[in-house]
Nanobody, 111 residues
């Protein structure tokens, strides 16, 4: 059974950092690229970043320099390190891979 489970969200002040995790199971993780998306309140889902099988990465232009995606194939985990967080980063963050979605993890940036 394919599963993607996100964690690491929470409440953080503007300028703070969070690291999200996505643990995958049920498929050969190392053979698939993984994406992070987010959905802010009242907005459409937005693509955030992707990490390919090779480890190469791509980011949404608006997030370059603040977010970093990485993967650990030994633990079937993809990370999203988020720095210099802004209130507009408030959203539910989802990982996507093998045509599956996780349940999401809430990130709230507020003072």
């Amino acid at each position: 059974q394919v599963q993607l489970v996100e964690s690491g969200g929470g409440l953080v002040q503007p300028g703070g950092s969070l690291r999200l995790s996505c643990v995958a199971s049920g498929f050969t993780f190392s053979r698939y690229g993984i994406n992070w998306y987010r959905r802010a309140p009242g907005k459409e889902r937005e693509w955030v970043a992707r990490i390919n099988v090779s480890g190469s990465t791509v980011y949404a232009d608006s997030l370059k320099g603040r977010f970093t995606i990485s993967r650990d194939n030994s633990t079937n985990t993809v990370y999203l390190q988020m720095n210099s967080l802004k209130p507009e980063d408030t959203a539910v963050y989802y990982c996507n891979g093998f045509s599956r979605w996780g349940q999401g993890t809430q990130v709230t940036v507020s003072s």
